[in-house]
């Protein structure tokens, strides 16, 4: 079971494999980046969640200590091989054109049956671009795909339940969301669009009332709500249902918060300086709303089981410290003890999934200023290994996918400046 999908992201855990791709035989190596089969030599420093530093506000703890590179990397290739501490890793980053102005929101996707895609939104061109593989491992772009004003955000599922994946986007200056079908075929095409409350800047899939197909929920930045629209089939919506949250609403996830077997979701509330767990009634609605106070202005967010402990843990992103903070579930609706994790600035989305094959949950943090993405492997406990990876550009999405299918997810990165996506390789 998909246990959690954030922002307009599908999470690795809940994405098919891909038989077919071998990963990337040409493409553009990153200011910073190596090859695809050579690393060169790491001179940053390697910490662990003891090493964090956090802010000391009271919503997070953390602990002190120091592990310093030489004692730590050894040997370790520069900026490439990130997971110092096991045999895995991840090279690159290499980096591929996406046609357009500035590709921001990203999701994987198997469009066509045969092999994951990678899809990204551009919100100056109005449109969406899907980067497919050619059978040879280069990523190459479809036609880019019309949407409406400002695309900021992107959701994947099977909208029409055809049994293929669909695409919709969140279009912030046109208040409602593009409905792109999926014939089967990968080429998408434009399916109408649904209205939602002002200035919806997040949009997620999620069964809210246990009927197929699946319905979706969206954030409404200028309304300070999320909007629920209910799949009525063929990829029609009723009319939006809204339910108040905090100031600004600028990002969402839906997950298992608590163990009633209802889907809740979350919506990171950037004016509040807090986060609403809106608590899933199974009918179709939320039953009741929960904020809690985070750190300022936070930005992004994701779920994943990160500890041995019941229900979902969220980690929550903001712009202003440069940190993490990571709120863990205890089963119920009172989520447990707040930690911080200093990861950089300005962590602007956040992914999750199992990144060296290990079966426990791991983070990835892509940053808008800083020009690394983070790694912290997760132990199963609560903790983390923490490293860098140099990508060399500011970064707008994240997404993980076994594109190459070695049992390891790829990291992909969008850059919207450079109008690339970044992917680093899984090397088993």
Known sequence: MCRAACGALLLAGCLGQNPHWDGPTNGTEGEGASSASMPADDDAGTTTQDDVGGTDDGIGTTAQS??????STTGVPDGVCAHVFDEHCHIGPVLFPVPGHAPKAIGLADLDGERLEIVVTDEMLDAVVVLYDDGSGVLQPMPAITTHARPVALALADADSDGDVDVVTANRDADDLAILANPGTGMLVEAGSVATGNSPRAVAFADLDGIDPVDLVVAN???????????????????????????R????????VDDDGFVDAVTVNEDTDDISVLWGDGEGGFSGETRIATHDRPQAIAAAALDAGTGMDLVVGHKDGGGLTVFFGDGGRELGAAMDIEVGEDPIAIATGDINADSRADIVVAHAKELSVHLLLGDGTGTFVTSAVTIGHEMGGVALGDLDEDGIPEIVVTLPKAKQVAVLMSQP
């Not at 120091?66 to 004692?71: H, L, M």
């Not at 609403?249 to 298992?256: K, L, M, N, Q, S």
Request: glycine share 12%; with cysteine.
């Open 66 to 71: 120091t592990t310093s590179a030489d004692e």
């Open 221 to 247: 930045f200028d309304e300070n709500d999320v909007s629920v629209l209910l799949a009525t089939g063929g990829g029609e919506y009723l009319p939006e249902q809204g339910f108040s949250v905090g100031n």
């Open 249 to 256: 609403p600028i990002a969402i996830c839906v997950a298992f």
